[in-house]
């Protein structure tokens, strides 16, 4: 069995602040990490993913995750955010023994002026 | 363009009626998903399907129903048996429905109860 933990359902920043968002997970086997970002009223995109190799992954709009196996973790950082950033952010984790991912409950990340 | 078209964009439903989301891909992918999305709940998985005429339960799967009979054509029903239906749904895709695979996601249909 997977499943995903989202530390903080709400974190608020101010603009040009750095940001965390926290994501734990557990699983059996080895695993695959990815975070999406979800605007209002809108469908989810992928924002990046853990596949294998390097432990720091790079994705768009400045976002960059760090897989962590003796933690279990992905958190996702930027180092300093925009008003647009502000959004919905889900971690997902899927492994080669599932048919299907798990996604967390998600974390509003609300960038303030 | 290539993506994922969910319509309606809103829907109605009455006590006792059967509605049906449509989710239509031009992505050439085989695998195709429904997830509901609660306030502070996340993504729970409906039905999945990763081949044509064939289709499996997800984690909610009671009162849904689905069919797969074109690649690009993913329909959900929600039925009468949905007692709490008023969700987000959203459809998704990917290329060979892989767990390592990127999902493609449209726009979300909202459903509400009249």
């Known amino acids: 069995a997977q499943s995903v933990t989202q530390l903080d359902s709400q974190v608020p920043v101010f603009e040009e602040a750095p940001v965390e968002l926290r994501c734990n997970y557990s699983?059996?086997?080895?695993?695959?990490l990815f975070w999406y970002v979800q605007y209002p009223n809108q469908g989810l995109q992928l924002l990046l993913k853990?596949?294998?190799?390097?432990?720091l992954v790079k994705g768009i709009n400045g976002f960059e995750a760090e897989f962590n196996k003796s933690q279990t973790s992905f958190h996702l950082r930027k180092p300093s955010v925009h008003i647009s950033d502000t959004a919905e952010y889900f971690c997902?984790?899927?492994?080669?023994?599932?048919?299907?991912?798990?996604f967390g409950d998600g974390t509003t990340l609300t960038v303030k002026p | 363009d290539g993506g994922i078209t969910q319509s309606p964009k809103y829907l109605f439903r009455k006590e006792g009626q059967n509605v049906t989301l449509s989710c239509e891909q031009n992505?050439?992918?085989?695998?195709m998903y429904w997830y509901r999305q609660d306030p502070g709940q996340g993504l729970r998985l409906i039905y999945y399907s990763q081949i044509v005429n064939d289709f499996q339960k997800g984690d909610i799967a009671e009162g849904y129903s689905v069919s797969r009979e074109k690649k690009e054509s993913f329909p959900l029903t929600v039925t009468s048996a949905q007692k709490n239906p008023t969700a987000f749904y959203l459809c998704?895709?990917?290329?060979?429905?892989?767990?390592?695979?990127?999902?493609?996601f449209g726009s979300g249909t909202q459903l509400s109860v009249l």
């Open positions: 998704a895709s990917s290329r060979k429905g892989q767990t390592n695979e990127k999902l493609f």
């Open positions: 997902a984790v899927g492994n080669t023994n599932a048919g299907k991912s798990t």
């Open positions: 699983s059996s086997v080895s695993v695959y």
């Open positions: 853990y596949l294998s190799g390097s432990t």
């Open positions: 992505l050439n992918h085989d695998a």
